[in-house]
């Protein structure tokens, strides 16, 4: 009898365990689907309840900022991007929108230090970084200037 309890319980932790490490996968899929099909209520549901599941998935925090960039929410926007490099510092994408934010927000000091950062880190998105202090340059005020 203790036998047969015993293994009814493990069966049990290993079949919810499993339907747990599925369950949190499966809503950042759904959601990066609904993403991509633009409907970005469900989308952002979906990032939601994936990072109630794993507080620490970055990839979730971070399509939640590209959703509310796309809604115009700043704050909802900058608070995710903040979360996504927190949890991964090195996440060039993160890096990139948080530098596109402090351009529009004129922050100069900001767009040259997360570019110096981005620099290090860049694989995929170097030639956008380019970009972005090519227009800071034409921007920026001159030293000399009164």
């Given at each position: 009898m203790n036998k047969i309890f015993k293994i009814t319980i493990i069966i049990y932790l290993v079949i919810n365990f499993s339907n747990f490490s599925l369950g949190k996968e499966n809503f950042f899929n759904k959601g990066l689907e609904l993403y991509k099909e633009k409907k970005y209520e469900d989308a952002r549901f979906m990032?939601?309840?994936s990072i109630v599941f794993n507080p620490k998935d970055s990839n979730s925090y971070l399509y939640l900022a590209k959703i509310y960039n796309i809604e115009?929410?700043?704050k909802k926007e900058e608070k995710?991007?903040?979360a996504t490099l927190l949890i991964e510092p090195n996440n060039e994408e993160a890096i990139l929108m948080s530098m596109r934010m402090a351009l529009e927000r004129s922050n100069y000091q900001k767009v040259k230090d997360l570019s110096k950062t981005?620099?290090?880190?860049c694989?995929?998105?170097c030639y956008e970084s380019k970009e972005i202090l090519d227009s800071l340059k034409n921007i920026e005020p001159k030293n000399n200037e009164s």
């Open positions: 990032f939601e309840r115009e929410d700043q995710n991007l903040k981005f620099k290090k880190v694989k995929k998105l």
